[in-house]
């Protein structure tokens, strides 16, 4: 085991990350492979990191967040899917 059983929620790793929600506390972060908080994000986590990016926010107000938890661009969901 990589993470430890302190969380009701963990994602899988991607791109060396893994999106976890702790007991007890509102909203997640992100752990490198050691379980050592690694990133956190001022808006809510959503998914784990693809192509350097995640999106993060709530629905309505989700942004596109880098490696560094920066964000980089607004994130919209395409109306006709």
Known sequence: MA???????VNPFSE???LVWPE????G?????TGKKA??????P???FSDGLTVAGQEGEQK???RRGE???PYELDPHL
């Open 3 to 9: 993470i430890a059983s302190t969380y009701y929620q």
């Open 16 to 18: 060396g990350f893994a």
């Open 24 to 27: 007890g506390e509102a909203g």
């Open 29 to 33: 972060y992100y752990v490198d492979r």
């Open 39 to 44: 990133l956190v994000i001022k808006l809510w």
């Open 46 to 48: 959503q998914w784990s």
């Open 64 to 66: 596109y967040v880098d």
């Open 71 to 73: 964000i980089v661009a």
